[in-house]
């Protein structure tokens, strides 16, 4: 069965760090390109972080992108969410997502994803 299950999550003072964690099973994640997103309560799902199936490109939201890196693990299977100096509006739900491409793209809207984790729950005290 194919899967992603998210992890790491948890709650975290104003100023914090977590890592999450987006580890994939069920056959080789070599050729997909994997994405992350967060949703708060009552907003639509937005979009994080994105690297390409190489790891070669990142891309990060404006608004995160000198606080939360993306990354691949040694092995293609696992892909990490960095977040340093946490503010109380990044609580959210945080999903990873993946679709199949071989190359240098990176994929930034939820339509363009196919598979989804359940997500794991970030919460920012202030």
């Known amino acids: 069965q194919v899967q992603l299950v998210e992890s790491g999550g948890g709650l975290v003072q104003a100023g914090g760090s977590l890592r999450l964690s987006c580890a994939a099973s069920?056959?080789?994640?070599?050729?997909?390109?994997r994405g992350w997103f967060r949703q708060a309560p009552g907003k639509e799902r937005e979009f994080v972080a994105a690297?390409?199936?190489?790891?070669?490109?990142?891309w990060c939201a404006d608004a995160m992108k000198d606080r939360f890196t993306i990354s691949r693990g040694n092995a293609a299977n696992t892909v990490y969410l960095q977040m340093n100096n946490l503010k109380s509006e990044d609580t959210a739900v945080y999903y990873c997502?993946?679709?199949?491409?071989?190359?240098?793209?990176?994929?930034?809207?939820?339509?363009?994803?196919?598979?989804w984790g359940q997500g794991t729950q970030v919460t920012v005290s202030s």
């Open positions: 997502a993946a679709r199949m491409h071989y190359g240098d793209r990176y994929y930034y809207r939820v339509a363009d994803f196919d598979l």
């Open positions: 069920g056959r080789s994640f070599n050729y997909y390109a």
């Open positions: 690297i390409s199936s190489s790891g070669g490109r990142t």
